[in-house]
Each structure stands twice: as structure tokens, then as C-alpha cells.
């Protein structure tokens, strides 16, 4: 069986612009692209934390150290300048990829400059974790 799972995410991106006359997609700074392990092209899930929009797109590069996030083509429509971001991959994992899984979590501050980079804990050892805890109750 595979499962999908997240394995890459940029949390608390600033939309930076939109481009309406684009044929869509979302452009990420190459340099974010590469610290959280996102390729061209890839498919992403946004989520908009200033109006809730959620949407897939693909990903394509802006300049690297440019700080742009911008939404394009008819995504442009669900988010302004100003907005925050959450940009998420996922991939499909067999049981044996999961042994060795933990998503890739970049937090982005200010110009979406890199503030932290952290890894969740490894999906087995958080249901075993909360297995334990039931047991506890």
C-alpha cells in the first residue's frame, strides 16, 4: 500500500504579488525551493491563511534570494499582496519509505527570508506515541 504523506512545507510565506495575465501556477523564490526540497514544476497545495482559500498549482522559480511568492494566472484571484501562505508537497510513501520519513518544514519570517528549518517527528513514532498515551487514560 502507498500512503500520501506531506514531506515539504513553507510555513508563514508572504504573497508578494500576482500576475492575472500569467498561464498559471505559483512562483517561489529558487533558493526556498531548494532548502525545503521542492522541485520545478511540482505539484503544491496553498492555503491562505488571511481568507482560507485553499488550491493546487505547480511550481515554478522565481530568482533565488528574491523573496517572491507570487500566485499567477487565475490563482492571482485568491490571495493579495500582504497575504499569508502556507505552500505544502506530498509524496507517496510504501511502508518501508516510511521508516525513515519526517516532512521537511521551512518557517519564513520577514521578505520571506528562512528563519527556521525544522523536521516533524516521524509519522510511526507520533501514532506510537499516541497509542501509549491512550493507554494511559
Do not use: W
Amino acid at each position: 500500500m502507498q500512503r500520501s504523506l506531506l514531506y515539504a512545507k513553507l510555513h508563514n510565506c508572504t504573497l508578494t504579488g500576482s500576475n492575472l495575465d500569467y498561464m498559471g501556477s505559483i512562483s517561489i523564490d529558487r533558493a526556498l525551493l531548494d532548502e525545503v526540497g521542492i522541485v520545478p514544476y511540482e505539484q503544491v497545495q496553498i492555503v491562505n491563511v488571511n481568507n482560507g482559500e485553499r488550491l493546487m498549482s505547480y511550481v515554478i522559480c522565481a530568482p533565488p534570494q528574491s523573496g517572491l511568492i507570487e500566485l499567477n494566472g487565475a490563482a492571482a484571484r485568491l490571495g493579495m499582496k500582504g497575504d499569508r501562505l502556507i505552500i505544502m508537497a506530498y509524496a507517496q510513501f510504501s511502508a518501508e519509505d516510511l521508516k525513515n520519513h519526517q516532512p521537511k518544514v521551512v518557517i519564513l519570517g520577514q521578505g520571506n527570508q528562512i528563519e527556521a528549518v525544522h523536521h516533524y517527528p516521524h509519522p510511526l513514532a507520533t501514532i506510537e506515541h499516541q497509542t501509549a498515551e491512550a493507554q494511559l487514560v
